[in-house]
């Protein structure tokens, strides 16, 4: 089964302590997370190499001198170097030191010159303050050797928690942790500190999972969402697929929505219709063909589509323009009940301005806004207040800045927070998208190639959510689904990607669930 479940610092420490509460001896953990270091150590580097082991005073450090005395074993020069004395080492740690039946040496930034391997097993997860001193000297000793180098759980000076490094941290090769990721291995920039991350099972029972660990954070993956993402039935029609409804922009921004469309028909939606403001009306009618065209001069308008219930999903955003009449259009969506995503300008156009900050905003279809734009904390009153069900809202950390000027805390952390606050799901987007739900649930996405990052791919993403809302998937899961998939086809087609191609591989991504 996927190992999909992902555990902070304090959560995996939990785990540790119920698994030896449950037990299992903490000396074996350690064993076996040594001996997982040594065997990809043995991976990395032939019989016979020189191997540099670098020990922390902690159990960080006992998985290393296990490491060292297997490799020992098995026919490697392996030179042992330790943080302080060996003396002063405590549980755990200080058995496997007494195990080991080499020389200790002192840590010293130029004995790793002649060596071919570098084992990092000075910290781990759990440091609480930048490395200092000789620990710091060493991070920049292994990061300009030109070795590679294994990290033991993360590498050091990274948080394990945050992904987030305060000061020197380990540049790794490759990183080896045990029983479950860590926020660290997924989120940027710990995920690219980290190079391949290696889980390995060290024996705590995966049932710990289910006890007072209070997990609610996934490596977004297929087997998070499959269970639930609609296969079309053989005596289905059109309109038990769900119908999409794309906003449009004016008239020579109408090119965002088209994208968004597409990308909701490829997702399977089994109608798709264009809400065209009649400046775009040509230019969208030359354009589509699959995808109809309904004309739109007004949220009032816009309000009265979706009196036909069988639209069940709207997508309004992209090149909407940004300002009160794309808030009014925004209230018409979430006010329909159709399941509704906001991306693009339909957040912009809440983002708190400093001119806006004292103005009462008003939203009635008829009348324009008050002020420059709305504020943020209507967009969630009104969502709050809908019968929308579900809202999803997709902001790059631009959109997602402007929307929540108060986040703090790791992405995952602001992405969570923003769930509960807006009531509805965020997806946070970037390299490392984060999907995050107002129950607490979130998933992190570490499946997107660098050359999806080019104009347009994000309205194609809003498009795909859509699509499988229309469908009835649940939110979350459709969510995770999406962003995966996008990820899945940009890997797909390559570099040289443009938005436009994301839509013409998504069929490819959907012939693996069949």
Known sequence: MPKLEVLTND???????????????SQTLMENAGRAVAEQAM?????????????????????????????????????????????????????????????????????LQSMHLVIDALFGAGLSRPPDGVAA?????????GLPVLAVDVPSGLDGTTGQAQGAVVH???TITFFRKKPAHLLLPGRALCGEVVLSDIGIPPS??????????????????TATLPHPRLDAHKYARGHALVVSGPAFHSGAARLGARGALRAGAGLVTVASPPSALPENAAHLTAIMIAPCESAAALFRLLEDKRKNAILIGPGAGIGPET??????????????????????SFAETKRDKEDSVGFGFTSALTSASARPTSLFDIIRESPARPVVLTPHEGEFARLFPDSIGSKLERARAAARHAGAIVILKGADTVIASPDGRAAINANAPPWLATAGSGDVLAGFVTGLLAQGMPAFDAACAAVWMHGDAAHRFGRGLIAEDLPEVLPQVLAQFT
């Open 327 to 348: 808030a009014e259009w925004t209230a018409a969506a979430l006010r329909s009940g159709a399941a509704v995503v906001l991306d693009a300008d339909a957040l912009t």
């Open 208 to 225: 710990l999972l289910a006890g007072d660990l209070g997990v609610a954070t996934f490596e977004n993956a297929p087997a998070l969402w």
């Open 11 to 25: 959560q995996m420490s939990r785990a540790d302590r119920a698994a030896v509460a449950s037990g299992i001896a």
């Open 172 to 174: 790794a090769t490759r």
């Open 137 to 145: 000297l060493m991070i920049e000793a292994m990061n300009t050797s």
């Open 43 to 111: 991976a990395m580097v032939k019989p016979g190499s020189r191997v540099s082991v670098l020990c922390g005073p902690g159990n960080n450090g006992g998985d290393g001198f296990v490491a060292a005395r297997l490799l020992k074993r098995a026919s490697y020069d392996v030179r042992l170097h330790l943080i302080g004395e060996k003396s002063t080492l405590k549980g755990d740690a200080a058995d496997a030191a007494r195990r080991w039946d080499g020389p200790v040496r002192a840590m010293d930034p130029d004995a």
